[in-house]
């Protein structure tokens, strides 16, 4: 088998103007990540929570897939095995780029999720305090997506995923974040050859077999035309 296994976090949606925890002057920059990223905060202040994730819908609305994103669903369409891409980003740019069947770890911005039931429904452009749940009725909505102290998504198929893997490559990833911080052990251990791509090493780096620096809209698709110029 020469299955591809992808992580990709906040570096590639950045280079489509989305901006990740770490940038200034940006939406992460206007909130505490306690407040408007943990279950304690949405119950302190549910209405600070879903005009933070109403702007965030917003912003990833106007949003257009980057290369990288394209470069990752040609080489899904075009590698003979399979290519699995998992996802901390919550917009939907890979499925825009064209990726098929991604792995939403920390859902996704899309979804409305019920915190007393736990059903889940596409989530209308703007949520507010006390919206129905369409299962049960509880006034209870909140953006379906994961926070901080909240077990990420798909974890079993992610680690089979993992434990299959040929290539594990993480691109645009801090290095700073479990569980997905620990994915390249997961992997070295399975025997696949990892890669990064980071605009400069994340804090794991040095866990990688190789390390590639710069833009992902420019290392990414250089990266795929020489794997399947290969096959």
């Not at 976090?9 to 940038?23: H, M, N, P, Q, V």
Request: aromatic share 8%; net charge negative.
């Amino acid at each position: 088998m020469e299955k591809i296994v992808i992580l990709t976090g906040a570096g590639i949606s950045a280079e489509s103007g989305l901006g990740t925890f770490r940038d200034e002057g940006g939406l992460w920059a206007q909130h505490r990540i306690e407040d408007v990223a943990t279950p304690e905060g949405f119950a302190r202040d549910p209405a600070l929570v879903h005009g933070f994730y109403n702007a965030r819908r917003v912003q990833a609305a106007k949003a257009q897939p980057n290369a990288a994103h394209e470069a990752l669903a040609r080489l899904q369409q075009d590698w003979p095995d399979e290519v699995v891409i998992i996802t901390q980003n919550v917009d939907s740019l890979h499925e825009a780029g064209g990726a098929r069947n991604v792995i939403h770890m920390h859902g996704t911005l899309a979804g409305a999720l019920c915190a007393v039931c736990e059903h889940r429904w596409v989530s209308p452009p703007e949520m507010a305090v006390g919206e129905p749940c369409p299962a049960c009725a509880a006034p209870a909505a909140r953006p379906d997506v994961v926070w901080f102290g909240e077990m990420p998504y798909h974890m079993d198929a992610i680690y089979d995923h993992i434990a299959e893997a040929w290539i594990f490559a993480a691109i645009g990833t801090s290095g700073q974040v479990y569980p997905a911080a620990a994915f390249v052990h997961e992997a070295s251990l399975s025997g696949a050859r990892t890669v990064e791509f980071n605009l400069t090493p994340s804090d794991g780096a040095s866990s990688f077999d190789e390390v590639i620096l710069g833009p992902a809209t420019d290392t990414v698709p250089r990266w795929v035309d020489k794997l399947l110029s290969q096959r």
